[in-house]
């Protein structure tokens, strides 16, 4: 997949126009001032983890596999538009999982388990539908689907901690809720896990981590459940790449004065990490094209660039070269 690979390295689309957009055209028309000079510094740690860039590599080949099918995608393969837009023009369709898949797919052909994962009655819609699967599905994402429904086998009420519309979630959810009379809950934040209605008595329950939630959050939801639920078992499903880039933006903004975080808006790890970057009291923007690179950004002397685990290396490149020539 040559071509594709020469598209997404030529340049960030800007999601406004479709079209590439240079630092020094923003520059002549005013977007954004010409400024004293500055250094960029990127992150230790940023842009693709090793589960995303399994299902990106994954589409690419089923492209080059199936020349002579259309290739889908369960969902969004990624949070990330810049390469959604480049897999749309390579002929990749994008099924809904809300709607009916048998209306969405052509039999036989091939669609691929993004690294969310799904729930084991979604993907015998799949084979019922006679497609060609191709699983992607993180490995860190297929351990917390086994342990959630290992648990529900021995009677524990499994409760996971995150966004309940996130794929990953539904996808847990749905092995365990896979096992008879099993129960599974969800809780998104401590706000909600002081409020979650679980039994207090002898009952065993497990809890178990989007695996890109924040740290610090799941050990806030764990304390409060810990007070409610004597038998709780917590189990560690944190991807360490989320730390990782966690950690490493902590460790950037010692050394610069603002930061640019680059990624997709609907990306969860990408907007916890502008979180953390803003709780530092440093002025920091996400960025999802080059048009979302503010004007403000020339006032800093040293920007830092941090990307979320769906930021493809194209799009943090592009965006460390026109602040470059500001």
């Known amino acids: ?65 199936y020349p002579d099918k259309t290739v889908y995608t369960y969902g969004p393969l990624i949070h990330n538009p810049v390469t959604m837009q480049l897999l749309e023009q390579k002929g990749v369709r994008v099924v809904d999982p809300e709607q009916e898949i048998q209306n969405q797919i052509e039999p036989e052909s091939p669609i691929i388990i993004r690294a969310h994962g799904i729930s084991p009655q979604k993907r015998q819609e799949l084979a019922d539908c006679k497609a060609i699967i191709i699983d992607a599905t993180c490995p860190r994402v297929i351990a917390s689907q086994k342990r959630a429904a290992r648990y529900a086998e021995k009677g524990y009420t499994v ?64 304390d409060i459940l810990y007070k409610k639920i004597p038998q709780l078992v917590v189990l560690e499903t944190i991807c360490p790449a989320t730390d990782e880039r966690q950690d490493a933006l902590l460790e950037l903004l010692h050394d610069v004065d603002a930061v640019v975080v680059i990624g997709g808006k609907t990306s969860a790890n990408t907007r916890r990490l502008l979180q953390t970057a803003l709780d530092s009291g440093k002025p920091a923007w996400l960025a999802e094209s080059l048009a979302d690179i503010p004007p403000d950004i020339h006032h800093y002397h040293r920007i830092g660039l941090a990307a979320g685990a769906s930021t493809p290396d194209s799009s943090i490149d592009a965006v460390a070269a026109a602040l470059g020539k500001i």
Do not use: W
């Open 1 to 65: 997949m040559k071509d594709f690979k020469e598209t997404i390295q030529a340049g960030m689309p800007d999601t406004d126009t479709g079209a590439a957009v240079s630092a020094d055209s923003k520059i002549r028309s005013g977007t954004i001032a010409q400024a004293v000079p500055h250094t960029v510094k990127r992150a230790r740690v940023l842009g693709y983890c090793m589960g995303v860039r399994r299902a990106v590599d994954a589409v690419l080949n089923a492209l080059a596999d």
């Open 159 to 222: 409760i996971l901690a995150g966004d309940k519309n996130h794929g990953e979630l539904i996808g847990i959810m749905g092995h365990a809720l896979a096992i008879p009379h099993a129960r599974c809950l969800t809780v998104q934040n401590a706000e909600e896990a002081r409020t979650l209605d679980v039994e207090c008595d002898d009952a065993p329950a497990v809890l178990l981590a989007q695996t890109t939630i924040k740290r610090s959050e799941y050990r806030a939801i764990a």
